[in-house]
């Protein structure tokens, strides 16, 4: 019941930050010119940009399932995408996308994956988003600087920080027995002073798991082509997912700026808005957009962009992903019922 409570919180929440973000954004605006603007796109590119968002789900699931394959698990391509899709739900109605890998694991958990092995591969997959998100933003901003004002280069340092400090816990969590021992013994203490039950066999039961994970951790260390094989991934990943503002700048009719140059300057404004504790990055990622592509897109048209932008990249698959974890909680109760009787 709690679980459930903060789940609805966090949607009423995120739903509240989405009608207040459209709503500063559009109180100055002709609404019927925005959607005639809208109506008059290029169906093509707007195809093109779905199934950018389609590979980059299915790039995710194949990364998940990669290293649970190394790990011994048995998994399939559709399990893969439904637990990607559960992630991007719950990391896009929570703030700074915390609810995400939690319910990722305790998904799989509850398909006999362990948690020592799912945890091990969601922190491999989110150490590689990491890495490909400072590092595709630090050589952007080398030849795209002059996009960003005095606002944007402090929130971009801030950004790049705040990814760069995740990143080196991440690393250490995966790499560092002696700090994950002092983590156990710290949880373990904790549990005694608030006088909890059976504590001996909760110890017994980190533990366990702790020696799994550290096995686990130990076996990826000799499989470096595996480690390789998730950046690679999540460099395509990224670069596709970066593409939807090409593809959504080429449904205006407009030219002059490429693909790589798009692409670059998206991937400077995500490490902007992704440091940022927002669920979803609601409200920073539309009036960020609109900053620095104010140069680059016509006054006219940069409200609709915006919309249609964050429509294919974020809010569309929310509501898939929404869908999918929905359908997958009813399965779960159903077979609970059954169970019982």
């Known amino acids: 019941m709690k679980k459930t409570k903060r789940i609805i919180r966090n949607i009423i929440i995120f739903i509240l930050l ?17 959607f005639n603007i809208l109506q008059n796109v290029k169906i ?62 305790y998904y799989m958990y509850k398909e006999n994956i362990s948690v020592a092995n799912s945890t091990l591969a969601l922190l491999i997959n989110l150490s590689s988003m ?36 995740a990143l080196t816990l991440l690393l250490i969590s995966i790499f560092s027995k002696k700090l994950l021992n002092k983590l156990i013994n710290l949880v373990i203490k904790i549990i005694t002073k608030l006088k909890i039950k059976n504590v001996d066999d909760k110890k017994m039961k980190l533990e366990a798991e702790l020696s799994k994970y550290q096995n686990s951790s130990d076996y990826i260390k000799k499989n470096k082509l595996v480690i390789f094989k998730i950046i690679l991934t999540t460099y395509i990943q990224f670069i596709v997912f970066y593409s939807i503002s090409y ?22 404004l995500y490490a902007i808005v992704s440091g940022i504790p927002s669920p979803g990055a609601v409200g920073v990622t539309e009036g960020g957009f609109i900053e620095i592509y104010k140069t680059i897109l016509p ?34 109760k159903k077979m609970l019922k059954k169970e019982e009787i």
Do not use: H
Request: hydrophobic fraction near 50%; proline fraction near 1%; include cysteine.
């Open 18 to 34: 989405i009608i207040l973000t459209f709503y500063i954004m559009l109180k100055d605006q002709d609404i019927t010119e925005i």
């Open 44 to 105: 093509q590119y707007i195809l093109i940009a779905a199934l950018c968002m389609c590979i980059y789900i299915i790039c995710e699931a194949i990364n998940i399932g990669r290293t649970l394959k190394t790990l011994g698990e048995r998994t399939s391509i559709f399990k893969n995408i439904k637990y990607a899709l559960i992630g991007f739900f719950f990391s896009g109605i929570t703030p700074a996308a915390s609810g995400g890998q939690p319910m990722q694991i």
């Open 130 to 165: 990491q890495i490909v998100t400072i590092s595709m933003a630090l050589i952007s901003v080398l030849f795209n600087y002059k996009y960003l004002n005095n606002t944007l280069t402090i929130f971009f340092i801030l950004g790049i920080a705040l990814n760069a400090s």
């Open 247 to 268: 593809w959504t700048y080429c449904s205006f009719g407009l030219s002059g700026y490429n693909f790589i140059e798009i692409v670059s300057i998206q991937s400077i």
């Open 299 to 332: 006054q006219s048209i940069i409200n609709s962009a915006v919309l249609l932008n964050r429509g294919l990249s974020f809010y569309l698959l929310i509501i898939i992903s929404g869908i999918v974890t929905l359908v997958n909680i009813f399965k779960k």
